[in-house]
């Protein structure tokens, strides 16, 4: 356990003096609070916890390409270990990232979709039949619902 960290002992006035806390807990659960220091406190958890997760992401990003080379077989692009280690990083971590790809790819969107329809998402999207199989139209339903439904919330 850790005391947590501020320009000055008197933002602390409401926070029990000298008395250990565990960092994540208490100091995310007074984020509502108007301390001074929050917002510095928020981007260095954001950069311990967020960051590694995107590079992670980017790194099995990369070496999925690799593994699965030219293939246009998408089962083979999914079986790709680095694709199953992608999923591996959970709903919450690796459909906003998935989502955020999709985003960034525009009118070249990669085979995420495989992904996307393996996790238990609540209300996922409906892709009209119209739409199956065109993945540039079924990225844009995917991002669509993932701003409705606050799943991008830690895009930038």
């Not at 030219?70 to 992608?86: D, G, R, V």
């Not at 009118?107 to 999207?125: E, Q, T, Y």
Request: aromatic share 12%.
């Amino acid at each position: 356990m850790i005391a947590p960290v501020c320009p000055s002992n008197a933002d602390f006035q409401t926070y029990p003096e000298n008395q250990p806390v565990d960092f994540l807990k208490d100091v995310i659960s007074i984020s509502d609070q108007p301390f001074p220091f929050w917002n510095a406190q928020r981007q260095a958890l954001h950069f311990i916890f967020e960051l590694p997760k995107q590079k992670e992401f980017n790194v099995l990003v990369e070496k999925w390409h690799e593994e699965r080379g030219a293939t246009s077989s998408l089962s083979e692009m999914a079986i790709c270990p680095s694709y199953q280690k992608i999923i591996g990083l959970g709903k919450e971590v690796a459909v906003p990232l998935i989502l955020k790809r999709l985003e960034e790819e525009g009118d070249n969107p990669d085979f995420w979709f495989w992904a996307l329809s393996v996790f238990d998402i609540d209300n996922p999207p409906v892709i009209p039949q119209d739409a199956q199989g065109k993945f540039k139209k079924m990225a844009q339903i995917w991002i669509n619902w993932g701003r409705q439904n606050n799943a991008n919330e830690n895009w930038s």
